[in-house]
């Protein structure tokens, strides 16, 4: 599911929410413009995973990437941005602030359907979760980067 929200800032931000109950994992995702000067990053993702006792990897010891693609079965392309454990099974993935990076990024997240996000469990085994953007949250994607594009440029 996804929903928009506001950050500190008073600007949108949009937020994912998946369950998969059959892995004893659910992941939250939030993306958001990033407000932090001191900080090389366009926008951010913050990444929470929630696994149980049961959850068969352990706990998630990585994410490596963040991919976007059009179709559900095949390779995504790649976000440009760093990733940061921030505790436990959270994470940050950080968007590249150069121009090009951040009209490419832009780009993906408006044009591809799907989002994966790549995963490392402590066991060491790799998976990978897949989001999909429904119609309406296709709508609510394109509005949220062009009120975060309008924002940039009046900034600028």
């Keep these: 599911d996804w929903t928009k929200g506001t950050d500190e800032m008073g600007l949108p931000t949009l937020i994912g929410k998946a369950s998969i109950p059959a892995r004893n994992l659910s992941v939250d995702v939030l993306i958001r413009k990033n407000s932090d000067a001191s900080l090389p990053a366009s926008h951010l993702m913050e990444v929470n995973f929630k696994v149980n006792d049961s959850f068969i990897g352990g706990s998630i010891a990585g994410l490596p990437g963040v991919l976007l693609k059009n179709e559900e079965l095949v390779q995504g392309t790649p976000l440009v941005g760093a990733s940061a454990r921030v505790v436990g099974n959270s994470f940050l993935f950080a968007l590249s602030a ?25 066991t060491g085994k790799r998976a990978i979760i897949t989001l999909e953007k429904d119609a309406a949250a296709e709508t ?12 940039v440029a009046a900034s600028n």
Excluded: E, T
Aim: no cysteine; charged share 15%; hydrophobic share 55%.
């Design 98 to 122: 150069s121009p090009a990076d951040v009209a490419a990024n832009s780009g993906l997240l408006v044009s591809r359907k799907w989002i994966d996000l790549a995963l490392i469990y402590a």
């Design 140 to 151: 609510m994607f394109n509005d949220v980067v062009a009120q975060w594009n309008k924002s």
